[in-house]
């Protein structure tokens, strides 16, 4: 079945740390994206993808960096300078502009 | 600064009852998704809406858009259990990929 993969579900970051958020998509979706979610909140988009070698900062990208080497991937890093970094991360594709977004299950991150 | 904001946040009610979840947003846009979040897991699509005028009905569901309102309607008929989680709308920023979201409306239908 298609759908997006998001991995680890969950994952603990150190101070200083750098860590990688996985996504793999098999939708074959050209535009990908990377969502954050703080409790009681909605969604805020951190980075997007429309094609393969091309991303968009989003409303919060300060201390996140993303790559887009392959079209299924669209990996998410949360650097140090992400000085406040729990949060739900969210996952999604979509096939085009006015297409509904599918979303991966979420990885929870927190600080040890 | 588009803003979209959903009323209530919070709405327990009845199996049986109709109620409505009202999504403003601030400025033109003619494309509005709903999305369903059930507790600790990912996003489902429910709709997707895109001109003025548009209606879209699933099960219990049915969503609508007056973009001359700037206004969206998810009205719920005789809720069931199953139909309890959060409720987001995502409204389209000048057609650029991104959405700006709701805060969502948390739904807890009481058998």
């Known amino acids: 079945d298609g759908g997006i993969t998001q991995s680890p579900k969950y994952l603990f970051r150190k101070e200083g740390q750098n860590v990688t958020l996985s996504c793999e998509q098999n939708?074959?979706?050209?535009?990908m994206y990377w969502y954050r979610q703080d409790p009681g909140q909605g969604l805020r988009l951190i980075y997007y993808?429309?094609?393969?070698?091309?991303?968009q900062k989003g409303d919060i990208a300060e201390g996140y960096s993303v790559s887009r080497e392959k079209k299924e991937s669209f990996p998410l890093t949360v650097t140090s300078a992400q000085k406040n970094p729990t949060a739900f991360y969210l996952c999604?594709?979509?096939?085009?502009?006015?297409?509904?977004?599918?979303f991966g299950d979420g990885t929870r991150l927190s600080i040890l | 600064e588009l803003k979209v904001e959903q009323n209530p946040l919070f709405l327990s009610m009845q199996e049986g009852k109709n109620y409505t979840i009202y999504c403003n947003y601030s400025?033109?846009?003619?494309?509005l998704y709903w999305y369903r979040q059930d507790p600790g897991k990912s996003l489902e699509s429910l709709f997707v809406l895109l001109s003025n005028g548009a209606v879209k009905q699933e099960g219990r569901l049915m969503a609508s858009l007056d973009t001359k309102a700037r206004l969206s309607t998810l009205h719920i008929t005789a809720a069931v259990h199953d139909l309890s989680a959060t409720y987001f709308c995502?409204?389209?920023?000048?057609?650029?990929?991104?959405?700006?979201w709701g805060a969502g409306t948390k739904l807890i239908i009481k058998p």
């Open positions: 993808s429309q094609i393969v070698n091309d991303f």
């Open positions: 939708l074959n979706h050209d535009a």
């Open positions: 400025t033109t846009s003619d494309r």
């Open positions: 995502a409204v389209d920023v000048d057609s650029n990929y991104q959405l700006i």
């Open positions: 999604a594709s979509s096939r085009g502009q006015v297409w509904p977004q599918h």
